[in-house]
T-cell receptor, first 115, second 112 residues
Framework: NAGVMQNPRHLVRRRGQEARLRCSPM?????VYWYRQLPEEGLKFMVY????????ESGMPKERFSAEFPKEGPSILRIQQVVRGDSAAYFC?????????????FGPGTRLTVL | QKEVEQNSGPLSVPEGAIASLNCTYS??????FFWYRQYSGKSPELIMF????GDKEDGRFTAQLNKASQYVSLLIRDSQPSDSATYLC????????????FGKGTKLTVNP
């Protein structure tokens, strides 16, 4: 039973480039959450998505960041024109449905380094 | 601004001792509380969650919740070197969708 999958596991970008991070939820899970962890910091919520819907994007920076979870395929977190401050670990979690916050399972994360 | 506070540590205990990790939160309407363990370079792993006041035990781990004091703790009995990790407290606030608000974590070292 595969867990949450994220790719790539490591991503290096130069300032100004775009970064695309992918998250495939656990089988049977239709809710996806993205969190960011800066060095030596706790996790910060970014966005919560259901298939084809953004439920809560209160943690997303206003510019350059966007997320989607299409009907088919993985959820994608997109960062345009990356800056050094975007260097962090980005974790995706999934859960089967609403009101299952205790069933949020995390993927291995994508470590983004901006040169 | 809903906040979760933890002592950053590091907390160091000898093998076999009880490790006590503490967490406070800002919002009285908080609904559910979680403890995650995170090894260096790895993703968070859920250890326990607790919803009601009192204690909840699972093996060597006990979570304690006091909603009146807005305080949640994690006790690890018979600590092992493999318990050395950063422990993250997380809270799901009422009306805050399904998102978790995390503390910065407490780094625990168990010395053999």
């Amino acid at each position: 039973n595969a867990g949450v999958m994220q790719n790539p596991r490591h991503l290096v970008r130069r300032r100004g480039q775009e970064a695309r991070l992918r998250c495939s939820p656990m089988k049977g899970h239709s809710h996806v959450y993205w969190y960011r962890q800066l060095p030596e910091e706790g996790l910060k919520f970014m966005v919560y998505l259901q298939k084809e819907n953004i439920i809560d994007e209160s943690g997303m920076p206003k510019e350059r960041f966007s997320a989607e979870f299409p009907k088919e395929g993985p959820s994608i977190l997109r960062i345009q024109q990356v800056v050094r401050g975007d260097s962090a670990a980005y974790f995706c979690a999934s859960s089967p449905r609403r009101d299952t916050v205790h069933e949020q399972f995390f993927g291995p994360g994508t470590r983004l380094t901006v040169l | 601004q809903k906040e979760v506070e933890q002592n950053s540590g590091p907390l160091s205990v000898p093998e076999g001792a009880i490790a006590s990790l503490n967490c406070t939160y800002s919002d009285r309407g908080s609904q559910s509380f979680f403890w995650y363990r995170q090894y260096s370079g790895k993703s968070p792993e859920l250890i326990m969650f607790i919803y009601s006041n009192g204690d909840k035990e699972d093996g060597r781990f006990t979570a304690q919740l006091n909603k009146a004091s807005q305080y949640v703790s994690l006790l690890i009995r018979d600590s092992q070197p493999s318990d050395s990790a950063t422990y993250l407290c997380a809270v799901n606030f009422q009306g805050g969708s399904e998102k978790l608000v995390f503390g910065k974590g407490t780094k625990l070292t168990v010395n053999p």
